[in-house]
């Protein structure tokens, strides 16, 4: 690949970049809503003491909507050897629907201008894309409202004997939120490319 052809390419993807978040901004709510029970199934798999609800808010003077967990304890949680939260308390922490819906507008983006010879190449890439996409959503946006909640807890755990120890998920809420997202993206870009060349080698 010459200069021109890498430059044409990069022109490409901005301009596919700006259209996908300009349909994202747009139609965010529809999407977001069409997430919410597999998200809340990702949810109660991750913390089974939780009876969660998710809602799309529109915090005063944002244009973007927020989406808002809103979780009542089945069970009480143990935070230190003095404290505990009852049962019946409901928690709750929102987390930005465009930035979680970011790793759809990535690996569209690549995939749409990502070289190819046949039209079914690129349909294969974009089904692809939008399943992988919504795969990456489930894995990361629950632990991204769950990790908020558990620090949280945390806070208020350090400050007696016995703390409950940190979920995994707190660890993997860090990294998405370091930039873990976007590799995410990537690499499931990467991997709808090599699938749809195994698939339509010939």
Not at 25 to 41: I, N, R, T
Not at 71 to 89: D, M, S, V
Not at 157 to 177: I, K, L, Y
Request: net charge positive; hydrophobic share 50%.
């Amino acid at each position: 690949m010459n200069r021109r052809e890498l430059m044409s390419l990069s022109l490409k993807g901005l301009l596919a970049w700006l259209v996908l978040s300009g349909l994202i901004w747009y139609f965010g709510e529809w999407l977001g809503k069409g997430l919410f029970p597999l998200l809340k199934a990702v949810i109660m798999t991750m913390s089974s003491d939780l009876s969660p609800s998710l809602k799309l808010v529109k915090p005063t003077g944002q244009l973007d909507y927020a989406l808002e967990l809103s979780a009542w304890l089945l069970r009480p949680i143990y935070l230190n050897a003095g404290q505990f939260i009852p049962p019946g308390t409901e928690l709750k922490s929102s987390a930005h629907l465009l930035h979680a819906l970011v790793p759809l507008v990535i690996e569209l983006s690549i995939l749409l201008v990502w070289p190819v010879q046949r039209r079914s190449q690129r349909y294969l890439l974009i089904a692809f894309g939008l399943l992988t996409a919504v795969l990456v959503i489930m894995a990361t946006v629950p632990a991204q409202l769950l990790g908020k909640l558990e620090i949280s807890f945390q806070d208020v755990a350090g400050t007696g004997q016995n703390p409950r120890p940190v979920p995994w998920f707190v660890d993997w809420m860090v990294f998405c939120e370091m930039g873990g997202r976007w590799l995410l993206a990537i690499v499931a870009s990467w991997f709808c490319i090599q699938l749809q060349r195994g698939l339509l080698r010939n």
